[in-house]
DNA sequence: GGAAATTGTGGGAAATTATGGGAAATTTTT
DNA sequence: AAAAATTTCCCATAATTTCCCACAATTTCC
């Protein structure tokens, strides 16, 4: 199955509902049982990933080690924004008031593809993200890429 | 296999749609499945590689770290622009709107085999850059193909 | 404490917008 | 001139968005 892939503008509705483009959808197996795991993301975007992709990453924090205090603060700020949504028949997820708010999400949403999962950003944020300094993207490719 | 060659110089229509030169077209394997995946390449032109192509590749950055931030970088710039688009009955692609825009296409495009994929730039801008310092073809061949 | 009101949430229909497909005309090539 | 490739144009389908309705949960008032 390919990864998620792709860019997408579209409009958040009154009640905090998203459709996620239809060529991501059809990037979901159907274990996935029709369902995204929203949590708060790196760099101040929503990911939402497949739930079956969030159940390998789940089953790697439960084996965390719950005496180690860098680990809890892990295990508990990483499940603490997580939440199950499933897609309604529209294609739609609603997004959580908290996950909103922690992204600056409000009336536009920029829905971005990468691989195993689906970031979900205020678009403003995400320019300003590409500005930031090392975002250029030649120099991460011979960086990241090199062979 | 051989791989592609050539240029041409075809129109866009209104919808965004390309129609690929039969002598492209033809250099594609079955395996691509009539397949191209189109993406934002280097020097702001449009990279189009057939599907069996860019499986290779993907798997590539399938296998980067997420948790770490340019890894992440990479990958989200990579696969945000990234887009399947199959080959019509007419020999056509569409191009989408973001794509289009970064890479200034309107209504004429040239497009440039080379190699494992297709280029598709404004023609303009590929003047532009072929009059760049660095790019003067011999020098290049002496440096690049010393033996 | 219970009923009614209010608010929040979810589902879905219909309108709008975007996307895709194909026929026919045109251009290019042989 | 004939054949093939490309382009334009029109039509059909699908995706997204807005709007409305129904239900559930919570709150307020009697």
Chains 1, 2 share one sequence.
């Not at 274990?31 to 159940?55: H, M, Q, S």
């Not at 997004?95 to 689906?118: D, F």
Request: aromatic share 10%.
């Amino acid at each position: 199955m390919p990864g998620f892939k792709g860019q997408s503008t579209n409009s958040v509705d009154d009640k905090g509902r998203v459709a996620i483009p239809k060529r991501m959808r059809s990037c979901m197996r159907s274990e996935a049982n029709n369902t995204l795991v929203i949590t708060r993301g790196f760099e101040k975007c929503i990911f939402a990933y497949p739930l079956d992709e969030w159940t390998t990453i789940e089953d790697h924090v439960k084996s965390l080690n719950p005496y180690d205090r860098k680990h809890r603060a892990f295990t508990r700020q990483f499940m603490m924004w997580a939440e199950e949504v499933s897609i309604d028949s529209k294609g739609r997820i609603s997004l959580s008031r908290p996950l909103l708010e922690y992204a600056g999400i409000q009336h536009t949403t920029l829905l971005l593809g990468s691989q195993t999962y689906i970031e979900i950003w205020n678009p403003d944020r995400f320019d300003d993200y590409l500005n930031e300094e090392d975002m250029d993207y030649e120099s991460l490719a011979a960086e990241v890429m090199a062979q």
